[in-house]
C-alpha cells in the first residue's frame, strides 16, 4: 500500500516524480515493465537539454523545458553530472541561395518571433565568417541560442534513482501494468509480478500512456507516434570539430526540429532524428543530404546507423503539439501525462514540480 503510484518510473520523467514526490516523505511506488531504466523515449533521444525556443509560446512544452533547463542544469552542477555546453545553431545552408530563401527566412523569423515572446537569450549570426566561429560547416548566418546542452543520461538516470530512494521511494522493475482497479479509495495496479495499492496514481508511461488512462478508468487520448533514426558520424567529434549543435532552420509546423548534427558528452557525434510515422528504418541518404547541406564533404560511408527512438505527440485543438498533464474527474485522484515528447527530457524537473503541486493539494 503506497501514497502514490507512477507507472512508468524506469523513465527520466517518472524517476525526476519520484525524486519530488519523496521529498514530501510521501510512501511512492514507482513502478517499470523493463529491467533497467530509459529503455523507451527516454535513452532512444538526442539528448539535448532544450531552451523551450521552438515551442510556441503559451504552451506546457514552451513554459516547462523553460524552467526545466535552468533546473537540470542546476541539478547536473550540483551531483557533478558530466554535460556540455555545447549551445544550439539554427543555421541557413549556403544551397539555399539556389533553392530560393525564403523557407529558411520565414522559419528563422518565427524562432525569433517565439525567442523574443519567451525571453529567450540568443543572437544573430550574419555572416559565413561567423557561423564558422561557431561550427565548420557551411552557413550563411543562423540564430544562436547560447544556454543549450547536451548531458550524460546514464548519470542523470542513476541520481535521480538515487535521491528518489534516499527519499524512500521505492522502484520495482520488470513490473509490466496488466490491468488496474479499484478498492475503496484506492486504486489496485495488477503487474506481471505482483499487486500495488495507492491512493493516487500518476500515469507516466510514455508509449502505453493513452492505454494507461484508459484502463485506469480516464479518458481515451489520440496519439500519433513518431520514429527518429539516428547515424552516427564515423570519427566524432575529433575528426569533425562540431562542439556546437547544428540545426536546420524548419517551419513551425514541422513534426520535428530536423536533422541535426548532435556532439554528445562522450565525444560521439551523431546525426538525426527524422520524425516519420512509419515505424521502418529510415534510409541513410536522407540522413547524407541533410549532412552535405552543412559538410558537403561528407560521404555515404561516414556514416553508420546508430538506433532508433519513438516518440508520442499528440495535436490539440489548436493544431499546437503540447504537452497534456492533468488531474481526470474519475472519482479517484488519476493524474495523466500525455504526449510527452520533445523536449520532454528537458522539461522533465519541471514537469515534476507541476506534478507535485498537483499532489499537495491531495494530501
Known amino acids: 500500500m503506497f501514497d502514490v503510484c507512477i ?16 521529498g514530501r516523505r510521501l510512501s511512492v511506488a514507482a513502478l517499470e515493465k523493463y529491467s533497467t531504466a530509459c529503455r523507451e523515449t527516454s535513452g532512444l533521444n538526442s539528448r539535448v537539454i532544450h531552451s523551450g525556443f521552438h515551442e510556441a509560446h503559451g504552451t506546457l512544452k514552451a513554459e ?27 543555421a541557413v545552408p549556403h544551397g539555399s541561395i539556389h533553392a530560393g530563401l525564403w523557407k529558411e527566412v520565414d522559419a528563422l523569423w518565427n524562432l525569433w518571433s517565439e525567442g523574443r515572446r519567451q525571453d529567450i537569450p540568443f543572437r544573430f549570426i ?13 552557413a550563411l548566418g543562423g540564430i544562436f541560442i547560447p544556454s543549450v546542452c547536451v548531458i550524460d543520461l546514464e548519470q542523470l ?9 534516499a527519499g524512500g521511494a521505492q522502484f520495482f522493475y520488470e513490473n509490466e501494468v496488466t490491468s488496474i482497479g479499484r478498492e475503496g ?18 500515469n507516466s508511461a510514455g508509449l502505453r500512456a493513452h492505454e494507461i488512462s484508459v484502463m485506469a478508468g480516464g479518458p481515451k487520448y489520440e496519439i500519433e507516434f513518431l520514429r527518429g533514426d539516428y547515424y552516427e558520424l564515423i570519427g566524432g567529434i575529433a575528426r569533425w570539430k562540431i562542439h556546437t549543435l547544428v540545426y536546420p ?25 527524422n520524425a516519420s510515422p512509419k515505424m521502418e528504418q529510415a534510409p541513410k541518404q536522407l540522413f547524407l543530404e541533410a549532412a552535405q547541406k552543412f559538410l558537403p564533404e561528407i560521404r555515404e560511408t561516414d556514416l553508420e546507423w546508430a538506433y532508433a527512438g519513438i516518440r508520442p505527440k499528440r495535436v490539440s485543438n489548436n493544431g499546437k503539439s503540447d504537452f497534456t498533464i492533468r488531474l481526470e474527474n474519475t472519482g479517484l485522484p488519476l493524474i495523466n501525462l500525455i504526449g510527452i515528447d520533445s523536449p520532454g527530457l528537458s522539461a522533465s524537473m519541471a514537469i515534476a514540480q507541476y506534478v507535485n503541486r498537483m499532489v499537495g493539494q491531495l494530501f
Open 7 to 22: 507507472i512508468g518510473g524506469g523513465g527520466i520523467v517518472g524517476r525526476a516524480i519520484a525524486r519530488e514526490l519523496a
Open 64 to 90: 516547462l523545458a523553460r524552467e526545466g533547463s535552468r533546473l537540470m542544469i542546476q541539478y547536473a552542477e550540483e551531483r557533478g553530472i558530466n554535460f556540455l555546453r555545447a549551445g544550439m545553431l539554427i
Open 126 to 138: 550574419l555572416t559565413p565568417g561567423g557561423v564558422r566561429k561557431l561550427a565548420p560547416i557551411r
Open 157 to 165: 538516470a542513476s541520481a535521480l534513482e538515487t535521491d528518489a530512494k
Open 185 to 202: 479509495s484506492n486504486f489496485v495496479v495488477l503487474t506481471s509480478s505482483g499487486e500495488f495499492k495507492a491512493r493516487v496514481l500518476i
Open 249 to 273: 532552420a524548419t517551419r513551425a509546423q514541422s513534426r520535428s526540429k530536423g536533422i541535426h548534427f548532435g556532439p554528445r558528452t562522450d565525444g560521439r557525434l551523431y546525426l538525426g532524428p
